[in-house]
């Protein structure tokens, strides 16, 4: 039995609006043809004691970002059991799991121009940035995730497994007409 269920969010309701808007503010040629909302209660909880954990050492901050995954399989993995940081292939600003705030960036790496292709909504729980170094582990006393530009971070690269957690799946694919 799965350990998540994906919820239909109706096209017709204030939340699927608000869903469509902020895949709009950089994408705004982007066709939605369904999200669903991600109901995965086990990593509730873990998500859930990793922000106490962090909230522990001081303030943290949740934010809003994207995953892309070209691989439907890994985006079921994801949904059964969390992001696993083992499995990611860029180490540009250190090892972990990749999220962007733009829609826009994320969606190189959830499928071909032109095809059908999956997004994933997520939130992460930030307690305190590291500037990235490429292919470097983050050691527990630096921080607990590195980005792109401490200042302004816009791609986060979080080690934690436990971290972040997706919120929506979202299945669009581009259209050039609109």
């Known amino acids: 039995m799965a350990s998540y269920r994906l919820e239909l969010v109706s096209p017709s309701s204030k939340e699927f609006d608000q869903v469509e808007a902020e895949v709009a ?26 922000k106490e954990e ?9 934010c809003t970002v994207y995953h892309g995954s070209r691989d439907t399989e890994a985006v079921q993995l994801i949904l059964e059991d969390g992001f696993k940081a083992k499995y990611s292939v860029t180490a540009a600003y250190g090892k972990g799991t990749y ?25 992460i729980a930030i307690q ?29 690269s979080i080690p934690n497994d436990n971290q972040s957690i997706p919120r929506y799946v979202v299945h669009f694919y581009e259209n050039r007409n609109k």
């Open 99 to 123: 999220f962007a705030t733009a829609y826009s960036y994320s969606k190189a790496f959830s499928g071909k121009r032109g095809e059908y292709n999956i997004m994933l909504i997520c939130n």
């Open 128 to 156: 305190k940035m590291v500037q990235g170094r490429g292919g470097a582990e983050l050691a527990s006393n630096e921080g607990d995730c590195w980005v792109n530009s401490p200042k302004k971070p816009t791609i986060y």
């Open 25 to 50: 503010k950089s994408c705004p040629s982007e066709c939605i043809i369904k999200i669903e909302r991600v109901i995965a209660p086990k990593l509730e909880e873990r998500y859930q004691r990793r």
């Open 54 to 62: 962090l909230r522990l050492k001081g303030e943290i901050t949740e």
